[in-house]
């Protein structure tokens, strides 16, 4: 499909509910073929928008996820000793492409990019600009010609920090959590494994404006994210099964609560040596519901 075509769709981005910045900026970028760097909390949706990208243009999609084992061989290749004793170390035959090569004229998906090492990413700057590799002495001119989608969460300081050279071949699309309450009950209740069971909306609502309330703590270092929404969804459903309930109930919610979203969240430093993260979530919990009543779920 041609591009500019497919860009000015209404929604070309459809499995993306919301998120209607980062989806203008994101066309923007590709409409002149830029590369593009996607920042956001992990369970936003940038794997989807990528994924949303091949798709529209029914391009190859490659994925290499960002870890610290990946080397520069597995991403360009390298020569295959057997084949160069056959053609030569210099003929282009002995060369094995990585996955990087795969992409060409296709999508370029590197999840979490600032997961390997420095070292890597040098390693994908000339590939970037150039459109070829060198490695050592060989210089393999192979066509690498695709849109590069990489994504980071910048909040992560377990991780590497990009180089500017790196930055500066990138456009950056930030991503925030789902603008509404309401947003986010439609992409759990579309994204989300359904049982044969009941989820009263007030229910629902009262899970995702939880969710809501906790990411506006100041408390937290790390905030539930879209995935800590669907556990929550998920497993109320599970535990509504296992009492043999038709429909899901306050309590099957608060049972889950613990279990989903105790390690998804991290409390800053002045924080953590008072209370840990189960504690948090529960006086966390008995706040929400006192604040909003009947709001919470205490309808019928």
Aim: with cysteine.
């Amino acid at each position: 499909m041609d591009l500019t075509k497919a860009l000015l769709e209404n929604d070309p981005f459809p499995d993306i509910l919301g998120q209607e910045h980062a989806k203008q900026q994101l066309k923007s970028a590709l409409l002149v073929n830029r590369h593009v760097l996607i920042l956001g909390a992990p369970g936003i949706g940038k794997t989807t928008l990528a994924k949303n990208v091949a798709s529209l243009l029914n391009k190859n999609f490659i994925r290499i996820q960002g870890s610290p084992d990946l080397t520069a061989e597995d991403l360009l290749g390298d020569i295959d000793p057997i084949k160069a004793m056959q053609y030569g170390p210099l003929d282009k035959r002995s060369f094995t492409p990585g996955k990087i090569f795969k992409a060409d004229k296709g999508i370029l998906f590197f999840d979490e990019v600032n997961r390997c090492p420095e070292k890597l990413q040098n390693a994908l700057l000339q590939v970037l600009e150039e459109g070829k590799a060198t490695l050592g002495s060989y210089t393999v001119d192979i066509p690498a010609s695709f849109i590069f989608i990489g994504t980071m969460n910048p909040e992560d300081s377990s991780t590497e920090q990009l180089s500017d050279v790196f930055l500066d071949r990138c456009d950056v699309v930030y991503m925030g959590y789902p603008e509404t309450v309401d947003i986010e009950k439609s992409i759990v209740v579309k994204k989300g494994e359904k049982k044969n069971v009941l989820f009263p909306e007030h229910v629902l609502t009262a899970a995702i404006s939880f969710i809501h309330w906790l990411r506006k703590s100041e408390k937290l270092e790390r905030k539930p994210s879209v995935r800590a929404s669907l556990g929550l969804y998920e497993r109320s459903q599970s535990n509504a099964l296992l009492q043999q309930k038709k429909k899901v109930e306050m309590e099957h919610l608060r049972d889950a609560i613990l279990s989903v979203l105790a390690h998804r969240i991290r409390l800053k430093p002045s924080v953590k040596y008072l209370q840990t993260p189960a504690e948090f979530i529960e006086d966390e919990l008995k706040r929400f519901l006192h604040s909003h009543g009947k709001d919470a779920g205490d309808a019928p």
